[in-house]
């Protein structure tokens, strides 16, 4: 398995940016698709976005479509989500995470992950 360590996180207010890394530890980083999930007090952990090893194909959840964008540099194993017009229920803890078995019609599935990190917390005012 691979270690994922998240930072990034804070308090925003709505309409503002934050910028989530995810580094990885390993070196087959770069081989893997790499997800981002988030879970808010009360609610199931949810998709918000994936990249695939090149960083040729992303996915998003709906929610967060043109306002987030996932990116990866695998020369510094790290994978990011730049967040942008964030809202309140944007709030929750994000994870980020490895695909274990790329396949584009699961790719939203949390079962399809196999490491994560511990999580950061990303908390936006109103």
């Known amino acids: 398995q691979v270690q994922l360590v998240e930072s990034g996180g804070g308090l925003v207010q709505a309409g503002g940016s934050l910028r989530l890394s995810c580094v990885a530890s390993g070196r087959t980083f770069s081989v893997y698709t790499m997800g981002w999930f988030r879970q808010a007090p009360g609610k199931e952990r949810e998709f918000v976005a994936a990249i695939t090893w090149t960083g040729g194909v992303t996915y998003y959840a709906d929610s967060v479509k043109g306002r987030f964008t996932i990116s990866r540099d695998n020369a510094k194993n790290t994978v990011y989500l730049q967040m942008n017009s964030l809202k309140p229920e944007d709030t929750a803890v994000y994870y980020c995470?490895?695909?274990?078995?790329?396949?584009?019609?699961?790719?939203?599935?949390?079962?399809?992950?196999?490491?994560w990190g511990q999580g950061t917390q990303v908390t936006v005012s109103s």
């Open positions: 995470a490895r695909n274990i078995r790329f396949r584009p019609s699961t790719v939203r599935a949390g079962s399809e992950y196999d490491s």
